[in-house]
């Protein structure tokens, strides 16, 4: 894990499974995530990025456990 | 502390009814939550017997909240007395399930209160916010639970459903009913609406549902003949994972929207106007400062904490705060003890609509329950101060509040203000 906790990047990701729309990602950060307009599952925007502390943040604030960080190899 | 035969007794009581006529019990709270691990506190026939664990600090709501395989919705009940296997059944919807009957009805309904969604119901909400504001301001105030707080919410969720207008006052009337069912029992003649089912099988026990289902019939095949642009339409066309909600979700889905859209968002709007009321302050820091008005929406939810609590049935024995919970065992969490807890809001007994995080669980405690109308509710309260504040309305107090005898919904039934 890198030491400059703040600075880093991470991406996200949404297991379409486990969500059921309830759209808190898309209040807290509508240019990462978007609900579907047929189905309301949320998805990641291609190349969409957060600071981690942001990205830990949307993981806990994720009321159906969908939302992961995708950790990429070093 | 007394022994129960469960654990340490509750300091306070926070369960009859007949103590929401003076407000929420915070002090009982505070007591409550200073104890360590959790209490067990008395209820209904049997009392300690069919007794509940008392969760009222911040971060165990949290914890029952987010683990809904150990805390069920789906056993006994999420009101505070069992049900019978049938009745359960009977009135099962969203609030009443698990995974995974509860994923497949959360996402057939979920589209249709997403942020964008809600967003192309502003201007809608808007219209019938200024109409009802400047009528209350041309009568120079009155009660403002019949003018505002209560037509408000129930001809927005009304238009998005596609219920005419003209029967708002009956859904009114009806949701009225459904609340008496949560305090002292209904005051109807189980036959009332032409009624002849067993009240205990109706959400409420209310001959009430009965006649909310009756009118979320007549919807079905009016949108069944004719589609329309509205809420009603979409439920019954709604497909996820190749299935539809069956008649009996339908129904229950509609008395449930009707309720919930209606009787909470009233109570979170009654609330911050009498706050506002009383701390002028906070009013003056919104109009001085639009800005503020969305964080301000969230402390007027807060503050409010329109549902008092919901109840899980734990599916196992599991520790929580350092209490051992039986499988079986009541656990309730208790929003309006949350959102009053010193662990999770500086100051939280001042009325503060400056505040920079605000981690309310008005809408839940942050797990798959989490409120399907919440940001329907927010948008709602935050066109009302919007156009409040558009023609410099300003409230003062009146009269003391009529509260209900409810310890789950924070009801008040009258409360007059003045315009200043």
Not at chain 2, 193 to 215: D, I, K, M, V, W
Not at chain 2, 278 to 287: F, K
Request: proline share 6%; with cysteine.
């Amino acid at each position: 894990m890198s030491e400059q906790d703040g600075a880093e990047r991470v991406s996200m990701a949404v297991d379409e499974d486990r969500c059921i729309g309830i759209g808190q990602c898309e209040l807290l950060e509508p240019d990462v995530f978007h609900l579907g307009d047929e189905d309301a599952i949320s998805r990641v925007a291609g190349g969409a990025d957060l600071s981690r502390s942001r990205a830990l943040e949307l993981v806990d604030r994720c009321p159906s456990g969908a939302i992961s960080i995708v950790e990429l190899g070093s | 502390m007394a022994e129960t035969t469960k654990g340490p007794a509750s300091p306070a009581d926070i369960a009859s009814p007949a103590i929401y006529l003076d407000g929420i019990p915070h002090e009982g709270f505070a007591a409550i939550r200073e104890v360590d691990g959790l209490v067990w506190h008395p209820y209904g026939d049997e009392g300690d017997r069919s007794g509940f664990w008392a969760v009222t600090r911040h971060a165990d709501v949290r914890e029952v909240s987010k683990n809904p395989d150990t805390f069920s919705s789906a056993i006994g009940h999420t009101n505070l007395w069992d049900l019978e296997a049938d009745a359960l059944e009977a009135r099962r919807s969203l609030i009443d399930s698990d995974a995974p009957d509860h994923t497949r009805l959360r996402r057939l309904v979920s589209r249709a209160f997403t942020p964008r969604t809600t967003r192309t119901w502003e201007g809608m909400a808007r219209d019938i916010a200024a109409e009802l504001v400047e009528d209350y301001v041309a009568d120079g105030g009155g009660d403002w639970v019949e003018k505002v707080a209560a037509p408000l919410p129930i001809r927005v969720i009304l238009a998005i459903l596609g219920v005419p207008t003209e029967d708002a006052n009956y859904m009114v009337e009806l949701t009225n009913y459904l609340v008496e069912g949560t305090g002292e029992g209904s005051s109807l003649p189980d036959d009332a609406y032409g009624n002849s089912t067993p009240t205990r099988l109706l959400p409420f026990n209310s001959p009430a549902s009965h006649a909310l289902y009756e009118y979320a019939e007549k919807m079905r095949q009016l949108r069944m003949a004719e589609p329309g642009d509205d809420l009603v339409t979409s439920l019954l066309e709604a497909e996820a994972d190749g299935e539809r909600l069956t008649a009996a979700e339908y129904r229950n889905f509609f008395q449930l929207l009707v309720f919930a859209g209606n009787e909470t968002t009233r109570t979170a709007m009654i609330h911050g106007a009498m706050a506002f009321a009383e701390h002028p302050d906070q009013w003056a820091r919104l109009q001085a400062d639009p800005a503020r008005v969305a964080p301000g929406v969230d402390e007027v939810i807060r503050w409010a904490s329109p549902i008092l609590h919901m109840r899980r049935t734990a599916s196992r024995d599991v520790e929580l705060a350092g209490t051992w919970i039986a499988k079986g065992d009541k656990v309730v969490m208790w929003y309006a003890g949350a959102n009053r807890d010193p662990g999770a809001f500086d100051y939280p007994d001042r009325f503060d609509v400056g505040r920079e995080d605000n981690p309310h669980y008005a809408f839940g405690g942050g797990g798959p329950h989490f409120c399907l109308g919440a940001f329907l509710a927010r948008m709602e309260v935050q066109v009302l101060l919007e156009e409040m504040l558009a023609r410099n309305v300003v409230l003062a107090p009146g009269s003391e509040p009529e509260r209900l005898a409810s310890n789950f919904v924070h009801g008040v039934s009258s409360v007059e203000l003045a315009v200043a």
